[in-house]
């Protein structure tokens, strides 16, 4: 299995000649699923105790198993919030597991920390935070959320009055579900502002003037949204900032879709406030064009992050020797052994150079508007706010929510698109809406025409 011999010779050509071919497809096969068994009838037991050998193996991976899954940059994938990794990045995340680098701590992965946090220099340094600000790659947006959190109760615990009472946020409804989902785990209370469109200091201050004594006494943090993930909305970051210093709270904002836009001039000043924040989450699998996973968390002051996360073991001790000094990735977030995913945008930063970002994000915000201003022309369709970053909600007149579903899977299993419905709330009715969200700048125009079209 760890010889080196002719078969793996073989099936590294193999590899590398579909990691070419998948890497310079513009347009790769929109997959679907397949039921369990469908899949299990068609690739039989895979695991067995001899095996089935690597040439079947990837055969049937080729052949059947890629074929069920949707490829997230696919042009037409206007769904969720699609992807579009760099060619140089997904090179490199090849790169990055065949050089088998830990990436917890310096000791062991000082040349790719040490590009990861070159990347991170540049993510900071987008969000105008003061110059000790710093931050780490985590597995994705939930794993940041969870980490500063973390670090924010684990700092409001230093009050020892603090120390038996269950930790209360506010957020607005408008938040990604993983705020809720990550409080579960920290077992700390959720209050929603209620409203998906842009929240106010106005809203939270009154939110936080309704609650009783106790719960104001819990309160320990804000949670504001980089860009939502429905509708691409900002919260009013400076004005929450305001209400957080006055309070005394930690304000963290959830950029992991909207943090891209950082980098684009046309909505920078949107984010206004967001170099005020504790914490602050981005997602570069997302808007930055990364592989999956690559999410990122970055804190105002590291310090807290590290004594909330910090992990002691005898094994350990060595990493804080001296000798082996540097900074180590595993003691500012969840995770302890890492992959190094902050490379693959290390390099593709180093290959191409930010200016290349910035034109691949402003190309999103551009799709974005254009398909506005197609929508408008359509006299089917209507809008339903004006686009938002690279987010646009719109109706087709007429529609129900069975209609938008069936939509979905037509063009699904035409192989057309992937472009799916949600619900926005209109006149206190959440009414089913189509939405695009655009991120890989290969959409063209007409892309966008062919799938309207759909809707006639
Ligand atoms: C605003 C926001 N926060 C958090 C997340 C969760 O990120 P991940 O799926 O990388 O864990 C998402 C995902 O879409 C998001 O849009």
């Not at 997959?31 to 690739?43: A, F, I, N, S, W």
């Not at 949204?225 to 305001?242: C, E, P, R, V, W």
């Amino acid at each position: 299995m760890h010889n080196v011999d002719i078969e793996l010779v073989e099936m590294t050509l193999d590899v590398m000649k579909y990691a070419i071919n998948r890497i310079t497809n513009t347009s790769p096969e929109l997959g679907q699923p397949k039921k369990e068994e469908e899949l299990r009838k068609l690739v039989g037991e895979t695991v067995t105790a001899k095996g089935i050998g690597g040439e079947k193996a990837f055969h049937l991976f080729k052949d059947v198993l890629v074929k069920a899954t949707v490829p997230i940059d696919h042009p037409r994938h206007l769904a969720f919030v699609p992807a579009a990794p760099t060619r140089a990045a997904i090179m490199f995340d090849l790169v990055t597991s065949a050089s088998s680098i830990h990436g917890a701590y310096w000791m062991e992965g000082a040349g790719g920390i040490f590009c990861e946090n070159e990347a991170m220099k540049w993510l900071v340094s987008l969000t105008g935070l003061p110059s000790e600000a710093f931050g780490v790659f985590t597995s994705g947006g939930t794993a940041a959320n969870l980490s500063a959190m973390v670090t924010a109760r684990e700092y409001w615990r230093r009050n020892p009055d603090n120390l038996n009472e269950k930790a209360l946020m506010i957020t607005s409804a408008g938040a990604h579900s993983s705020i809720k989902a990550m409080a579960k785990v920290i077992d700390a209370d959720v209050l929603l502002v209620e409203t998906e469109d842009l929240m106010s200091a106005e809203d939270l201050k009154r939110k936080i003037a309704q609650l009783e004594g106790h719960q104001r006494k819990r309160l320990f943090a804000i949670v504001a949204t980089g860009g939502t993930t429905n509708a691409g909305i900002i919260d009013d970051l400076d004005g929450i900032a305001q209400v957080c210093e006055q309070e005394k709270l930690w304000f963290h904002v959830d950029a992991a879709y909207g943090g891209g836009a950082l980098a684009a001039d046309s909505v920078r000043h949107l984010f206004k406030g967001i170099e005020r924040a504790d914490s602050i989450t981005i997602d570069p699998h997302k808007w930055l064009f990364s592989p999956y996973d690559c999410g990122a968390v970055i804190y105002k002051n590291p310090e807290l992050a590290k004594a909330a996360h910090a992990q002691e073991g005898s094994y350990l001790e060595i990493f804080k020797d001296e000798g082996a000094q540097g900074f180590n990735p595993a003691d500012y977030q969840i995770q302890l052994t890492r992959r190094v995913r902050g490379l693959p945008l290390w390099f593709s930063l180093a290959m191409n150079g930010t200016d290349r970002y910035k034109w691949a994000v402003e190309m999103g915000i551009k799709l974005a508007n254009l398909a506005g201003k197609l929508i408008e022309e359509n006299t089917d369709l209507e809008l339903i706010r004006e686009p938002s970053l690279s987010c646009v909600l719109f109706r087709r007149k007429g529609w129900s929510p069975d209609d938008y579903i069936n939509w979905t899977y037509k063009n699904h299993n035409d192989g057309l698109a992937l472009v799916t419905p949600t619900k926005w709330i209109v006149n206190n009715k959440a009414e089913t809406v189509a939405r695009f969200c655009f991120i890989n700048p290969d959409t063209t125009k007409e892309d966008i025409t062919v799938i309207l079209d759909t809707m006639k």
